[in-house]
């Protein structure tokens, strides 16, 4: 009997166990109440580690926020809907002007006689340079064959062609004066025949593929000028060789 009450009050009071439990609830509890609480950053700090003492708990360690300036915020964070610069596209408009310089300065020092001397203009748009030869310089009155003077230049321009990547394209114009021959039934065959005749004679230049190249009539629906004047016609008489701006110019 006596060794029995001796092994009862060798153990932990009972009470104890009970007494755990409610410091683990309500250990538990202040946790909840402290997670859903908008706490002081500095005043969790020095109230922390006394907590954390009471429960025989190790030192809390705290880690200092990363600071981010709005200024580097800017230069991270991508706005919605913004978009990255396209370099490629400044790229391509780069390689484009210098390629578009460099075929000028060539048809310049080619045809330096023809400009000089207004039988040909330089006309230099955003996509393409175009050519252009008054019809009397290049063709006799209501005829499609072209004149002996002109065979040279046409053939300085095919070797300029050639050196290019670009899509060539001829055009014939005439004024509004109607024309009914054998050969030509009316300014629409007559404009399309010059245009032709022009192609057959630059791709008889070997480096200048016929996949390149094309020719179109327009009669006088695309005048320069109104055709109320025998100047104003001669204006208008004319054929337009037109090479897009390629990306590269060979040079010899």
Same mark, same amino acid.
């Given at each position: ?10 153990? @932990? ?13 309500l250990f538990a509890l ?27 708990? $190790? ?12 200024q580097s915020k800017s230069?991270?964070?991508?706005? $919605? ?47 393409r340079i175009i050519m ?49 021959? @054998? ?35 327009? @009669? ?30 060979? @040079?010899?």
């Amino acid at each position: 009997m006596a060794d029995k009450t001796k092994s009862r009050r060798n153990g @932990a009071p009972a009470w104890l166990m009970t007494f755990a439990d409610l410091m683990a609830l309500l250990f538990a509890l202040f946790v909840l109440i402290l997670s859903f609480s908008d706490v002081d950053s500095d005043s969790f700090k020095r109230n922390a580690g006394p907590i954390a003492a009471a429960f025989n708990q $190790p030192q809390p360690v705290f880690m200092n926020p990363i600071q981010i300036s709005p200024q580097s915020k800017s230069q991270v964070i991508q706005q $919605p809907g913004e978009r990255t610069p396209d370099t490629s596209s400044s790229n391509n408009n780069y390689l484009k002007e210098v390629a578009r310089n460099k075929l000028t300065n060539l048809i310049k020092a080619t045809i330096a006689r023809e400009l000089s001397t207004d039988m040909l203009e330089l006309i230099i748009e955003d996509n393409r340079i175009i050519m252009r030869f008054p019809a009397h310089s290049a063709f006799r009155a209501g005829d499609a064959n072209l004149t002996p003077s002109i065979v040279p230049t046409m053939d300085r321009i095919a070797d300029i062609l050639a050196r290019t990547e670009g899509r060539v394209t001829v055009t014939g114009h005439t004024d509004n004066s109607p024309i009914s021959t @054998a050969q030509f039934r009316s300014n629409w065959d007559l404009s399309s025949a010059r245009a032709v005749s022009v192609i057959h004679r630059l791709l008889r230049h070997p480096g200048l593929s016929p996949k390149r190249v094309e020719a179109s009539g327009r @009669a006088d629906t695309q005048p320069l000028v109104a055709n109320n004047s025998a100047e104003n016609r001669v204006r208008n008489r004319r054929v337009e060789i037109a090479v897009e701006i390629p990306t590269s110019v060979t @040079a010899r």
